[in-house]
């Protein structure tokens, strides 16, 4: 038999976000709105240069990503998705025998990179809250720990890390080892103790900051995500990067999104607002909910996780269930919203 890693033969695949005929999609945290008509009409005019490779340095995007936050373009690297971008810090951190630290639950995507990567996941239980416990993280560093991430808000429960306590991390965290702050529903987080990845970036030579135009800026579908990083590090990710990885359209299309911020800020305007809502009618069916500060809820389901799937399912909604554990759902439009709400009508609440 032709020999494959068994490192490989034994992941799980990357579940995606299900679409059933006529039902709503709530399970990948994808923005509900069309993309803009100036993102459009930019990706319609570049269509006729697919022909071509992409500029491989994605020269242009990097230069308005970086006058965006004030960085310099060396300190930005671009990928395929935010994803593809998390495991280029993977690959430059960590080989065979070195750990990559995150919590658990959270984004489901961490541990198949590092375990693609031969390094061994080191996944750190959430507080019964359902926040990142960065004491436990910190005790659970050894000298073979390279890369933490740290997400928030968190996917999928929502909860964010504080400025406070992010401050109080980096302190002990041993100056070599890299924290990925993964900020890809910053903006739909409007807490005001939240952390800010780029201004650790700023003060600590071991932090990285992970961005994307998936989410608030709807452009899932392009595949475009960027780290922000220290030189060395950024040039290193470019290093190990896919080549020609970025689409142009996708480049182009970002361009146009960071010009369109104000409008996109509507949007999430409206998500936030939506979120609320949600949060407030499952409370009022008896849900005990957790606030949550990214572009969707988390039902803590438990035992119950499939029966409440398949309840939501019966009635056109599809979420993102984590048997045994727990159900999330994205914040959709108003309509999506209420139906997801709606389906509930009648389900005891599990928790
Ligand atoms: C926390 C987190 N990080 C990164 C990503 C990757 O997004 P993308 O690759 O589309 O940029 C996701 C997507 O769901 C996510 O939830």
Request: hydrophobic letters at 45%; proline letters at 5%; aromatic letters at 8%.
């Amino acid at each position: 038999m032709v020999y494959q890693r068994d490192a490989v033969e034994a992941l799980p695949a990357y579940v995606q976000g299900k679409s059933i005929p006529n039902a709503v999609k709530l399970s990948s945290n994808e923005n509900p709105y069309p993309p803009l008509d100036s993102v459009v009409e930019v990706v319609r005019e570049r269509a006729a240069s697919i022909s071509l490779y992409p500029d491989m340095s994605a020269h242009d995007v990097v230069e308005r990503i970086a006058a965006r936050w004030q960085v310099r373009p060396s300190e930005i690297a671009v990928g395929a998705g935010s994803v593809e971008v998390a495991a280029q810090l993977i690959t430059a951190s960590a080989g065979s025998g070195d750990e990559v630290m995150f919590a658990w639950r959270s984004f489901e995507a961490y541990p198949i990179l590092v375990q693609v990567a031969g390094a061994t996941p080191v996944p750190v239980p959430l507080t019964a809250d359902d926040r990142h416990d960065l004491e436990a993280m910190l005790a659970a560093i050894t000298d073979r720990t390279r890369l933490v991430f740290v997400c928030t808000p968190n996917n999928p429960t929502g909860a964010i890390v504080t400025r406070d306590e992010m401050e109080r991390f980096l302190e002990r965290v041993p100056s070599s080892v890299l924290v990925v702050i993964d900020e890809a529903y910053a903006h739909f987080d409007d807490a005001e103790d939240s952390v800010d990845g780029l201004d650790f970036f700023r003060r600590c030579d071991n932090v990285v900051v992970l961005h994307t135009f998936s989410k608030a800026y709807g452009l899932a579908g392009l595949r475009i995500g960027y780290a922000i990083a220290p030189e060395r590090i950024a040039a290193n990710l470019r290093r190990v990067a896919v080549p020609f990885g970025v689409s142009a359209l996708a480049q182009a299309a970002a361009i146009a999104s960071l010009d369109a911020e104000d409008e996109l800020q509507e949007r999430i305007d409206v998500i936030r607002a939506e979120r609320a809502r949600v949060l407030a009618g499952l409370r009022d069916r008896g849900w005990q909910v957790f606030d949550s500060l990214g572009n969707f809820v988390w039902l803590r389901t438990g035992a119950s996780t499939t029966e409440v799937d398949g309840i939501l399912r019966e009635n056109g909604v599809v979420a993102r269930a984590f048997a045994g554990d727990g159900i999330r759902v994205t914040i959709g439009s108003p309509e999506m919203n209420d139906r997801f709400l709606a389906a509930l009508d009648g389900v005891p609440a599990s928790v």
